[in-house]
């Protein structure tokens, strides 16, 4: 039976209450408070995937289900901050370079997670795959995929992909209308009016805030429908396997950007 979680708390939080969505000059500091979440979704994730297989779904499902709502709270108060700038958002500062470098329209692209899915199924087959071959049965992991869930996360990549491709489209719709008429006018001639261009940049920037609203609701209904066709057993996998990737990602690019920070405080050699 596939995992579908409850619904989620209205906030996020393991106690179930959590303060104010915070604006963007405090977002660096959620994100950071997000990511010591996750890291310890990581460590009951780890847990739950090497435990008795005996143990009861009803747990394993409460456990997805607690782990998606911390992604919900994540792009509740994403989409909060973003309302009140989101310039940031398409440039942020509290992500290393490495991690921005494979942004897609604010955050990560969704169809990555059905290469996360189908990578760690192959290599979780591949490591029961002797057992298996001498008669032994699967884990129940990602390994252990049937036909009518392959047939259903191609169904739903499918449907991911064209939904990237509109919101492709829209974001291209609203970076072209940087060159309208009303925006060269207001460049040239030597005496910019600031007013009207600060509603002109306005206006473009809702125009990209649209753009990161879909993409971001795309991000957490794909997340939401590769889970809903696991079972508890394989979400628990798929999420750790998500978190994993990217908590290694994000402290390798930290890493990185601390030693290029490092080498360009160093003096200039001595001729």
């Not at 794909?222 to 809903?228: I, N």
Request: aromatic residues 6%.
């Amino acid at each position: 039976m596939a995992a579908t979680p409850p619904a989620p708390p209205a906030h996020g939080g393991r106690n179930g209450s959590s303060p104010a969505p915070p604006s963007t000059e405090s977002f660096a500091k959620f994100f950071e408070s997000w990511i010591a979440e996750q890291s310890r979704d990581l460590a009951e994730l780890r847990a739950a995937a090497s435990a008795d297989p005996a143990t009861p779904e009803a747990d394993l499902r409460r456990l997805v289900g607690r782990v998606l709502g911390h992604y919900e709270h994540y792009y509740r108060t994403k989409a909060a901050a973003a309302a009140d700038d989101v310039l940031r958002m398409f440039s942020p500062s509290w992500t290393s370079t490495t991690e921005n470098l494979y942004l897609w329209c604010g955050g990560w692209r969704p169809t990555v997670a059905f290469h996360l899915l189908y990578t760690k199924s192959g290599m979780q087959l591949e490591h029961q795959l002797p057992n298996f071959l001498n008669g032994g049965s699967l884990e129940g992991d990602l390994g252990d995929l049937g036909a009518g869930q392959l047939q259903a996360a191609d169904q739903l990549q499918r449907r991911t992909i064209k939904r990237e491709r509109e919101i492709e489209d829209a974001a291209a719709s609203a970076q072209e209308a940087l060159a309208t008429a009303r925006m060269v006018e207001l460049a040239g001639g030597g005496g910019m009016d600031a007013e009207a261009m600060e509603r002109e940049m306005q206006a473009k920037a809702d125009g990209m805030k649209r753009v990161l609203e879909m993409a971001d609701a795309l991000r957490l209904e794909t997340m939401r429908g590769v889970v809903a066709l696991l079972r508890p057993a394989q979400a628990v996998h798929f999420l750790l396997a998500a978190a994993e990737l990217h908590l290694a990602v994000h402290d390798f690019g930290r890493r990185k950007d601390g030693r290029a920070g490092d080498a360009a405080a160093l003096p200039p050699p001595q001729p």
